[in-house]
């Protein structure tokens, strides 16, 4: 158990008066906050968020917000009277500016007072990592794709029979490719590494969403680097790529990968490799900081690790506030997952890829349906399931239960497939 300065427990009077500032309104800072509440702690709880909106979902921003299936309200994670009902003071179009941990103070823009906190939380998640200056000034038809703000901005830019470039062979940028195709926009993705999906899954994978892509009309070109973006004013015109080709676009997206928001902890003399570095419990450097979710790196299996997905942001926040309340039974050890909605395919990712020798093929029960399965040193270590959920709740189970599973039971489960 996990001694935190000065602990208390529910129902104990030492929590009248506390108060956790949480920095981050996005899915960890509203788990955690949450949570906390769950957990009976009943001192104040101020959740400051950057952005103007209550806590919402991002995965639909890329998916069923671009085509328009879903609107904004079906995009928040809770209708904002919960926060209220929960006693949780929600500050919207907020930010920290600047901490004080001598003081123990987070400032505020706007002009408002400084705020006192016991402890502190980090959710702050990251950035859209932008193209080099190098690459490409700043254009208003060339956007990145982390929030709301930017989903609306280019789902009011998409038109059919435009032209959309999206630079990077991501996730964001294939779903993205996606929306486009079924809004009836050309597309072109350019992708620097030899490959699509270079950074998270393995080569077949990758081969079955270049062929998706490609069945669907997106025109595809992996290892295509970026010289250049070239336009007049404030709008990009074409983009030029190493080889000297040249690509015409009306708008293009960037989904170059993420940059963990570590500015405000950096400056605050917080420990950050690539992230808010926090040990088992959540903790900082300063043991009256916690961080959790995208911004955060911690150790898993042995190796510095930060996971970006809604799973993590969840389970690792609802974590936090168990440390932070000293009622968190063993460190943090999460089982991830993962998905990802392109055209009629789910992906359904489980486990954690890092470091595999092998890839097993296990076809599924469906047509177009099939696992990849990864092991390292001959023992399963994730799957990739591709429209083949029973793979994905196999996988989830024996990684969950922590077995030792090897290539033949894997070539099993597709004989278990047909029956
Ligand atoms: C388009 C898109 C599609 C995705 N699809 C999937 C998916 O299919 N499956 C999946 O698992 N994951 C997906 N993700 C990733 C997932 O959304 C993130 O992992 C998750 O949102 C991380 O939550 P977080 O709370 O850590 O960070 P965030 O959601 O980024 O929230 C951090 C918040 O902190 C705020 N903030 C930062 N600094 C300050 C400050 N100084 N003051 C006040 N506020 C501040 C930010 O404005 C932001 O609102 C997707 C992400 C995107 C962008």
């Known amino acids: 158990m996990v001694t935190s300065p000065q602990s208390a427990r529910p129902g104990d009077d030492s929590w009248r008066g506390k108060t956790v500032v949480i920095i981050g309104a996005g899915q960890a800072g509203a788990s955690a906050a949450l949570r906390l509440r769950r957990q009976g702690f009943d001192g ?3 959740l400051v968020g950057e952005e103007p909106s209550a806590p919402y979902q991002r995965p639909p921003l890329s998916k069923k917000y671009l085509t328009g299936e879903i609107g904004e309200t079906q995009l928040l994670l809770k209708s904002e009277s919960v926060f209220g009902e929960q ?13 004080d941990r001598a003081a123990r103070l987070v ?19 990251g950035k859209a990592r932008p193209l080099p200056e190098s690459v490409a000034e700043s254009f208003d038809n060339v956007m990145t794709f982390r929030s709301l703000e930017d989903a609306r901005k280019i789902r009011a830019s998409l038109q059919p029979g435009m032209h959309m470039l999206v630079i990077g062979g991501g996730y964001i940028g294939l ?27 393995c080569e077949a994978t990758a081969d079955y969403f270049r062929d998706l892509h490609l069945r669907n009309g997106v025109r595809i070109l992996e ?11 404030r709008q990009a015109r074409l983009a030029r790529l190493d080889d000297g080709s040249e690509i015409v676009f009306d708008l293009a997206v960037v989904g170059i990968g993420l940059m963990p928001d570590t500015e405000l902890a950096e400056a605050a003399g917080i420990d950050c490799a690539s992230g808010i570095v926090v040990d088992g419990y959540e903790r900082t450097s300063d043991p009256f900081i916690f961080a959790a979710g995208d911004c955060a790196v911690f150790d898993y299996r042995g190796a510095p690790t930060r996971l970006e997905s809604v799973q993590n942001a969840i389970e690792q926040a609802e974590h936090l506030a168990d440390s932070l309340l000293d009622m968190a039974p063993s460190p943090y050890s999460p089982h991830p997952w993962f998905w990802s909605d392109q055209y009629d395919v789910k992906l359904q990712i489980a486990g954690f890829n890092r470091g595999y020798s092998q890839v097993v093929q ?31 709740m196999q996988a989830k189970r024996w990684l969950g239960n922590g077995e030792d599973v090897r290539e033949e039971q894997i070539i099993g489960i597709a004989g278990a497939a047909a029956v």
């Open 175 to 201: 779903e993205t490719a996606a929306t486009g195709r079924k809004l009836g926009v050309d597309v072109t993705l350019v992708e620097s590494a030899d490959r699509i999906l270079r950074r998270v899954s």
């Open 44 to 46: 104040e709880i101020i």
């Open 362 to 392: 296990v076809p599924g029960a469906r047509a177009g349906s099939v696992s990849n399965w990864y092991l390292r040193g001959g023992r399963m270590i994730a799957v990739d399931a591709i429209n083949d959920p029973r793979a994905f």
């Open 87 to 99: 006693s949780i003071q929600l500050l919207t179009g907020c930010r920290v500016t600047g901490i």
């Open 107 to 125: 400032y505020l823009s706007g002009g408002r007072p400084p705020l006192k906190y016991w402890r502190l939380v980090f959710a702050t998640g």
């Open 223 to 233: 290892g295509a680097a970026l010289r250049g973006i070239e336009g007049e004013g």
